[in-house]
């Protein structure tokens, strides 16, 4: 860590779930200071499954090669190649299409596992529990003054919000009216649960849970208006389960929630019609489900990422459904690029660039948000079109599976395929490229 009484930048982390603690691990190892606030006791997750993208396993190795590391250990790598494999689940229950990810890519296991093992890899003197955010002052000299709703202050040269689809510093940097503060509903929720996979095994058979040499058996089970996704985790202990389902209305609660209670009747009578395997996946979850409404960045997106000295990352910048697998992959390229960004400006502080401290950490900002900002807002609407087409809403490709891996394959290409070392360089070249230019 950059010692007391210098020069160099503190950066204010806000929200410790994946982005926020992967980004405070990359800022860890480049020596960037930070103090990472999290508004409940501990780092907590969900023990919902979750899988990395292609994309975002090369960059855990930029990052931090620990982060890499504790990885590999918790999804325990097969060094078998491996396919997503789609399925006709509402006639044949054959599959009508393949694609290949790649050689222990997109490897999953359960979200509270991961954030449990990288949590572990911070400083506990650079983390702030119980600290939920209130406002944010800009103060005269730049700085950024931090107020929490327990009435403590703190202060920081960057504020960086990774506080998730409720984002807080979203709304302070947008405005509490604007519509961009706020997501909206996709008209999709979805009813998840891990289940034993012996128990999964009884229900489905081997072919279609634990697999043999050859596949890790990720299935996609596509239909009319819903679509199911099964996949081994936590080193083949559970079946993951995503129900995902169309819905024409509102999403209305009282307390304004994103969750309601569900059943298992609800979900078996979504699936009614469809192939009995599929209604066996739905006949494994609990008789009481949580049912998670869908909710994204798409109609009313952020038209910026950053103002003044504070930044959304992850969610909180730019949220997207489930359905591509990336909401997590993209929030990790935005750590790397940030922690590269912050760094550079701490190499900056030399006095050389003719740009006072407040001035460099406002043009990190601002290549930060020119790097990243078409490219998760592609991703927004990404995921929007390929739901329509699991759920065979697309009126130019309906149920036809010779049609749909075109369609598909090209938007996960997209993802998987960018180059992060690329965008390592590029964003340091936008930075300098702002540096040189005249102070606004």
């Known amino acids: 860590m950059s010692p007391e009484g210098t020069n160099n930048i503190h950066v204010a982390i806000i929200g410790g779930g994946i982005t926020g603690i992967i980004f405070a691990l990359g800022l860890q190892k480049r020596g960037v200071g930070f103090t990472l606030y999290e508004r409940t006791p501990g780092f907590t ?71 449990d093992g990288w949590s572990e890899l911070i400083s506990k003197d650079h983390v702030k529990f119980n600290k939920e955010l209130a406002f944010l002052i800009i103060k005269d000299d730049g700085k950024v003054s931090l107020q929490f709703k327990d009435g403590s202050v703190d202060e920081a040269d960057v504020v960086i919000g990774c506080d998730g689809i409720h984002s807080r510093v979203r709304q302070l940097i947008l405005g509490e009216t604007n519509p961009a503060s706020y997501a909206s509903y996709t008209n999709k929720y979805c009813f998840r649960a891990l289940v034993p996979m012996e128990k999964a095994r009884a229900a489905l058979g081997a072919e279609r849970t634990t697999g043999g040499d050859k596949s890790l058996n990720r299935f996609m089970y596509n239909g009319p208006n819903a679509h199911s996704i099964t996949y081994p985790v936590a080193q083949g202990q559970f079946l993951n389960i995503l129900l995902v389902i169309s819905d024409p209305n509102p999403w209305k609660t009282e307390d304004g929630k994103h969750t309601a209670s569900g059943s298992k009747g609800e979900a078996l009578r979504a699936y009614e019609g469809w192939h009995p395997q599929v209604r066996a996946i739905a006949d494994m979850m609990p008789d009481e489900l949580q049912k998670w409404a869908i909710f994204d960045m798409y109609e009313n997106p952020a038209p910026y990422y950053y103002r003044d000295s504070v930044a959304i990352a992850g969610d909180a910048a730019h949220a997207a459904g489930p359905h591509l697998g990336s909401g997590a992959g993209f929030g990790i390229e935005d750590g790397l690029v940030l922690a590269t960004v912050l760094e550079a400006v701490n190499a900056k502080l030399d006095g050389q660039s003719g740009k006072t401290k407040v001035e460099l950490c406002r043009d990190a900002l601002a290549a930060y948000n020119n790097m990243r900002y078409d490219r998760t807002q592609w991703l927004v609407g990404a995921t929007r079109e390929a739901v329509a087409l699991f759920h065979w809403q697309d009126e130019n490709v309906g149920s036809d599976f010779g049609k749909f891996l075109p369609e598909i394959t090209k938007r996960f290409h997209k993802i998987w395929n960018h180059d992060v070392d690329k965008m390592v360089k590029k964003t340091l070249g936008e930075f300098e490229r702002l540096v040189r230019a005249l102070p606004n």
Do not use: C, M
């Open 45 to 115: 997750e969900l023990g919902a499954g979750i899988g990395f993208s292609p994309n975002a396993e090369r960059a855990f190795k930029i990052i931090n090669p620990e982060i890499d590391r504790v990885y590999k250990k918790l999804t325990a790598p097969t060094h078998i190649e491996e396919h997503f494999q789609w399925v006709d689940g509402y006639k044949t229950n054959e599959v009508a299409a393949r694609l290949l990810i790649g050689v222990d890519s997109f490897l999953g296991g359960r979200r509270s596992d991961f954030v």
